[in-house]
């Protein structure tokens, strides 16, 4: 998969996705992430990209032309399946938008600052839009790492058997089970039985139930009896 980002502060981009498991996935060449800096395509030498808004009001937008070039010179070298607006007014982002975007070839993501993109650009160019949550960021490139991670993860041979993302909260609409490492006994804290028995049945039944008891109590609003 091929991701690539338009940005107005790339430097916000390149440590959450040069660490860890996006690192390996990099490593592995089965993520390319090419971080753009909007700048290039700025209208005049002092690098503007933003501009008053029409009507008046306080704060700037982003201006359509250096969008539209930006996207229309990655266009030129391949096609895009989404062209992605991280936005705090679109859909909320979750495992299965994760799940389907992890299935694309190449994808472009447009961060957007001050009080976001020429609406004619999510008009014309756009063809999906997130936000990550009810809550305002001050610029789209947070969050498009939470998205490139999300989707990241999620591609074949990124994650080992160690990482595996099949037991993760919210596939299946569960929360995870709880978890627990050595020492058996912690301050008299003890591990529950079933998982030092080494019945490999009885404790992924006992995980299942913790994981719907969990849901339940936790996050009611994903639990269903299916
Ligand atoms: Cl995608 N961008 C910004 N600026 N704020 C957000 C967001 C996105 N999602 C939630 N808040």
Known sequence: MRIDIISVVPELLESPL???????????????VHVHHLRQWAVNEYGQVDDYQYGGGAGMVMMPE??????????????YDEIIYV???????????????????????????????DERIRQHFVTKEISIGDYVLSGGE??????????GRLLPGVLNDETSALMDSFQDNLLAPPVYTRPSDFRGWKVPDILMSGDPLK????????????TKDRRPD?????
Not at 66 to 79: F, S, V, W, Y
Not at 203 to 214: F, P, S, T
Not at 222 to 226: P, T
Request: glycine share 6%; aromatic share 4%; charged share 25%.
């Open 66 to 79: 250096p969008l539209a070039n930006a996207i229309e010179t990655l266009q030129k070298d391949r096609t």
């Open 142 to 151: 947070l969050a498009a790492a939470v998205i490139v991670d999300a989707v």
């Open 18 to 32: 040069s660490h860890s498991i996006m690192k390996r996935a990099r490593d592995k060449g089965l993520l390319e």
């Open 222 to 226: 994903l639990h269903s009896d299916q």
């Open 203 to 214: 404790i992924a039944d006992w995980r299942y139930e913790q994981a719907v008891q969990r």
């Open 87 to 117: 936005t705090p007014d679109g859909p909320r982002f979750d495992q299965s938008t994760a799940n389907q975007l992890s299935l694309k070839g190449n994808l472009i993501i447009i961060c957007g600052h001050y009080k976001g993109i």
